[in-house]
């Protein structure tokens, strides 16, 4: 089978993409990561795009079983190529002091974000409990905010909170994300993974047709936007299958190899 030449670039989320932890452990589909080791043998580059700083997706035991090209992280925050960190986009200062008080006040466990670690504000409290439990990770270290430069927040508190929550921060142009029932994900602007993948793109000097994104959720959106190639898993939400230029199999059927087999970059 003729391969197809335009593509030289892919950007693929982590989890319920290539990592499956319904089963009440991190389990890595090894076809799908087959498939894209044999995608970087044909000359193809091969990113990791998540929303999960680099300690995260340390434990979930990913640098054991894939060797990426490079990885935009943290949604878009932390960029590697190879080992090395080529963009790192960090939050204001002061108002990561006035979010840690506003915290505090409430009861809201942080989670904070560099370069290559996290930690916890304290204790875990039930609600922040419920998110481990479900990500199956390790918890981190506790200590407090000490003017570390840091990419983003992790507010493990319930929706219900989220209104009071933000009128309390007051800051126009937070950025604020609920990607699960008991955490919100916050920055001080918008920053997504396409704005990732529109640098990792400058660094190798292509453009769009040469790239391909592999996604399965609202978050993965504007990755498809900004790419001529897309799948969506068929296990992800209808925006992102609605947005994608192809919808594969369920990440238990080895969607990615699908994918990449569709796009005949394999």
Known sequence: MKKNSEIKIIFTDVDWTILNHGHGKHIYDQKSLKALRKAQKNGVKVFIATARPYESLKLTGFFDEFKPDGMILANGSVIFIGNKIIFHDYMNKKLVHHICQVAKERGIVIQFVDEYNRWISDELNEVAKHY???????????????????????????????????????????????????????????????????????????????????????????????????????????????????????????????????????
């Open 132 to 266: 481990f439990d479900v990500f199956f990770e390790k918890i981190p270290a506790i200590r407090g905010y000490n003017d570390e430069n840091i990419s983003g927040l992790l507010l493990f508190c319930e929706k219900e909170q989220d209104e009071e929550l933000l009128r309390a921060i007051n800051y126009k142009d937070l950025d604020a994300y609920r990607l699960f029932p008991y955490a919100i994900d916050i920055r001080d602007h918008v920053i997504r993974k396409s704005d990732g993948i529109k640098k990792v793109l400058d660094y190798y000097g292509l453009n769009k047709e040469n790239a391909m994104a592999i996604g399965d959720d609202v978050q993965d959106v504007p990755m498809f936007e900004l790419c001529k190639y897309s799948a969506a898993m068929e296990n992800g939400v209808e925006k992102a299958k609605q947005s994608a230029s192809f919808v594969t199999t369920h990440i238990d059927c080895h969607g990615v190899k699908k994918a990449l087999k569709n796009f005949k970059v394999i």
